[in-house]
């Protein structure tokens, strides 16, 4: 008899320490999808959906596909708005039983108005519906809080192992390939975790940390060991399962799961000083930045990383390169519709004084006043993310004495130089090219970049995890703490 399989997306990366919730708009924005997402251009987070269907098809089996929808990173997800996404992938898998397996790509790090881990929730609650012998599979994102709820409800959890995330659809195939296994018998995976007790940010694309990928690749399909990953963790919310993880899928022996899960976490300990990603505070920054004369110096504005939930209207760069004179400096992509608004009505060629960003709150800053000229406006601009473009609304270039700044009015983080392009500015002609973004940029910028650098400034995602307030994690971790483990 053919096999059925329920498929669904839910997810956003919920940074708790801005100043905005996450409303249906939030969702709205990036696209719900109910039933038919994969007869649609796949998105960032309805890849994995494509993949799934295909391989489901391939079988001859049956593909049973429910709601899908993500939102941008940001604040809370407000209550009413998780539940009844819940509820809906809840119905549709009821609707849809007699089910043989349930695969969901999750993000790993929503938080909504009353559940601090809305996965193990979501999965739990699947498991409660389908029983104990179907075989459930989740994706998530490497910003992850992996949870036990999320262990124990799931048969199989795979994480994506690259930042920027390029892999998600092979992830995705991996998963599919162990679950149909499953529901056929041929495996039956059990997972175990392994608490890092270390808070930090990992950069995959290069060496050292690339290491890491290479050797938990080089461990998989062999030895009883059906996937590896490691959860980086997401540091902007205060959960109990706020950190770094390992994950290993084993086939039939916990045991063996559990005792590599804890090596891995002790080689990636071992090397934290040279894996965790380093960051120049502000004044660094500006001092590289005034000796750089060699093409573009890239430097991203990781706090402010709209990918990690945080506003991308923050000024604490933008000030310093105003203050500093430093220039010709292209800033950006910043998010605010307001000026855009005064940019739009003003027109091209326009010259005035405009207020721009730190409208979001302190973790933005204060606003800056500039006097600037409307050199471009664009509408509908979208940008490439690796195989998927991705929206940025409308854009405007302010340019000003030492700056040139590029506005935006949907609120998204700065993956592609071709987003500057967009307004004529080309971020080969500037000294210095400022990205709301943490990472993401890398594969955009590395072609134009002399050189790239992380900056870490007071905003919402400041990478100096000792200064946000974690009152709910039970174990102390690195660099809080010398050494966690004593
Ligand atoms: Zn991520």
């Known amino acids: 008899m053919t096999k059925r399989v329920f498929i669904a997306a839910l997810g956003t990366e919920t940074n ?33 959906l494509h993949v799934w269907r295909k391989a489901i098809e391939a079988r001859g089996w049956t593909a049973i596909e429910g709601l899908a929808t993500f939102a941008a990173p940001s604040g809370t997800t407000v209550r009413a708005v998780y539940e009844g996404f819940r509820d809906e992938i809840l119905d549709g898998i009821e609707a849809a039983l007699p089910l043989d397996g349930v695969l969901i790509n999750v993000h790993g790090a929503m938080v909504a108005d009353g559940y601090d881990d809305c996965e193990g929730d979501l999965l739990s609650r699947v498991r409660a519906i389908v029983g104990p012998g179907v075989a459930i599979g989740a994706e998530f994102d490497l910003h992850c809080h992996l949870s036990a709820l999320m262990l124990d409800s799931a048969d199989v959890l795979i994480g994506y192992k690259e930042y920027p995330h390029t892999d998600t659809m092979e992830r995705a195939a991996e998963l599919f390939a162990i679950v149909a296994d499953t529901i056929e018998g041929k495996v039956r995976p059990v997972m175990a975790r392994h608490d890092c007790r270390m808070i930090a940010q990992y950069r995959t694309s290069v060496p050292p940390i690339s290491e890491l990928v290479t050797r938990m690749k080089s461990l998989e399909g062999k030895d009883g060991i059906l996937s590896v990953s490691l959860s980086h963790g997401f540091a902007f919310a205060d959960v109990e399962d706020v950190g770094t993880r390992t994950l290993v899928v084993a086939d039939r022996d916990r045991a063996k799961a559990q005792a590599l899960a804890e090596q891995l976490g002790r080689e990636l300990w071992d090397n934290r ?20 004369n060699q093409g573009p110096l890239v430097l991203a504005d990781r706090a402010d990383n709209p990918g990690s939930g945080a506003p991308g209207d923050s000024t604490f760069l933008l000030q310093a390169l105003v203050e500093r004179e430093i220039g010709p400096a292209l800033f950006g992509v910043m998010w605010d519709p307001m000026a855009f608004r005064v940019a739009e009505e003003a027109g091209e060629g326009a010259r005035l004084r405009m207020r721009l960003g730190g409208k979001s709150g302190e973790v933005s800053g204060n606003p800056v006043d500039l006097d600037v000229t409307v050199k471009k406006i664009a509408r509908g601009v979208r940008q490439p993310y690796g195989p998927v473009m991705v929206p940025l609304g409308d854009m405007a270039l302010l340019s000003s004495k030492h700056v040139d700044v590029a506005i935006c009015t949907l609120r998204t983080q700065t993956f592609h130089a ?10 080969a002609d500037y ?26 400034s007071p905003g919402a995602a400041d990478p100096d995890v000792t200064r946000w307030p974690y009152t709910k994690r039970k174990t102390p971790f690195w660099p809080k703490v010398a050494d966690p483990w004593a």
């Open 16 to 48: 708790q320490f801005v100043p905005f919730p996450t409303g249906l708009r939030g969702y709205q924005e990036h696209g719900i999808w109910r039933g038919d997402a994969t007869r649609h251009e796949p998105t960032n987070f309805t890849a994995p």
């Open 273 to 292: 000083e040279r894996y965790a990603t380093k960051y120049l505070t502000i004044a660094e920054g500006m001092e590289r930045a005034a000796s750089h």
């Open 418 to 427: 071709d987003a500057f392009k967009a307004v004529g500015a080309d971020p």
């Open 431 to 456: 000294r210095v090219v400022v990205v709301k973004s943490a990472q993401h940029f890398y594969n955009g910028f590395v072609g134009v970049a002399k050189e790239i650098l992380y900056v870490a």
